[in-house]
């Protein structure tokens, strides 16, 4: 029976480990058996998802390098390598690397509560070895795939020049210690201080195999194992679909908490100019408890019965002064809460923008009458 490891930067959000997502779209995965999966994080909160324990991670560790680098980088004015914690958590060489574990394959196979025990080991030798350089995060023991495998998601992590903690494999493995193979020729495909590591780490793993009784054939497999190759194209394929969907729900998401801002500032225009209106403050207030849709509609609804009704009340008694003030009001707490575009979006800036142009018209205009009235008299 021999080891089956693997490397892989394929998923950038590990909801494929935690199965938080439609498992209906995996055909390779049976969801009769997801009960039997086992999940570990690093900081024991199970109650969260893998792609919030990571985000947060990032955060914790990474987020004054990325803070500070925002900064040098609009010093010197390149604003397009700025990255924030989303972009670094994404990025091809950034984003934590998905270890496979799985010993046998599809023919004969280790029992999955097994394969459990030799992984946790791993990872406890693991964090005490690399720890400081490499850090597991969250691993995901699969039962309900063709093969019984674990999924071990792990950080590289070193320091930079300016003493922020950074992601980097290569910074990480030299701070390590760990040199590549043949240090009398150059670092390339075949000779890479990885390749050092990856051999010290294959032998912890057959270290913890021998110590669960277990005998693993060492022969490096050339095939690179044809079941688990399979299993990682259909994984990738699902991932890549899956990626695309998270993608557009943060779009979405951002979409509408900026519609919410827009809506929460049109409300505070409302309440402060009609401020001395019990009634209408109590019509304001009941919106919150609307949807999005819905609230627009009816503080769109409060504007037209009172801001516009007050307008073109103001214009039909002619007391062009009271209607200059609040047409004033209303455009100085639009600019001060970048309404312009939330006004645009319903349909209120064409009227109001109407109405203000035949005001300053009829204003010009009166003004031309009277200074006719005037020659008339001279």
Request: a negative charge; one cysteine or more.
């Amino acid at each position: 029976m021999k080891l089956v490891e693997r490397n892989e930067r394929s998923d950038i959000s590990g909801i494929h480990n935690d199965r938080n997502f439609d498992l209906s779209k995996a055909v390779h995965i049976n969801p009769d058996r997801g009960v039997m999966n086992k999940y570990w994080v690093y900081n024991d909160e199970y109650h969260k998802k893998f792609i919030d324990i990571e985000k947060e991670f990032y955060e914790e560790n990474f987020g004054e390098y990325l803070s500070n680098q925002e900064r040098r980088l609009k010093e010197n004015h390149n604003y397009s390598k700025i990255k924030n914690v989303n972009d670094y958590l994404k990025g091809r060489y950034t984003k934590p690397e998905d270890k496979i574990l799985q010993i046998g394959n599809s023919i004969s196979h280790i029992d999955g509560e097994l394969l459990w025990k030799i992984a946790n080991d791993y990872q406890k030798r693991f964090n005490d070895m690399f720890g400081d350089n490499c850090k597991i995060i969250d691993m995901a023991l699969h039962m309900d795939e063709l093969v019984p495998h674990v999924h071990i998601r792990r950080v590289w992590m070193a320091t930079n020049d300016y003493g922020e903690k950074v992601v980097s494999q290569t910074k990480a493995l030299n701070e390590l210690g760990i040199n590549r193979p043949n240090m009398s020729k150059e670092s390339s495909r075949n000779n890479n201080a990885k390749m050092t590591f990856s051999k010290i780490e294959r032998e912890l793993l057959f270290e913890i195999c021998k110590e669960h009784g277990l005998e693993l054939d060492k022969k490096p497999n050339k095939e690179n194992d044809i079941h688990i190759r399979i299993d990682l194209i259909r994984e990738r394929t699902v991932n890549n679909e899956l990626e695309k969907i998270i993608d557009k729900k943060n779009e979405l998401e951002n979409e509408l908490e900026e519609s919410e801002q827009y809506l929460n500032s049109f409300e505070y225009i409302l309440s402060n100019i009609l401020i001395t209106s019990t009634y209408w403050q109590e019509e304001i207030k009941k919106t919150k408890k609307l949807d999005l849709t819905k609230r627009a509609k009816a503080l769109k609804d409060i504007y037209e019965k009172t801001i516009v009704s007050a307008m073109e009340q103001l214009e039909k008694n002619k007391n062009i002064m009271d209607l200059y003030n609040i047409r004033e009001i209303v455009n100085a707490k639009a600019k001060e809460l970048d309404l312009i575009k939330f006004i645009k979006e319903n349909g209120l800036y064409e009227n109001y923008l109407a109405e203000h142009e035949l005001r300053e018209y009829n204003q010009i205009r009166d003004k031309e009458n009277k200074n006719d009235r005037e020659d008339k008299v001279k």
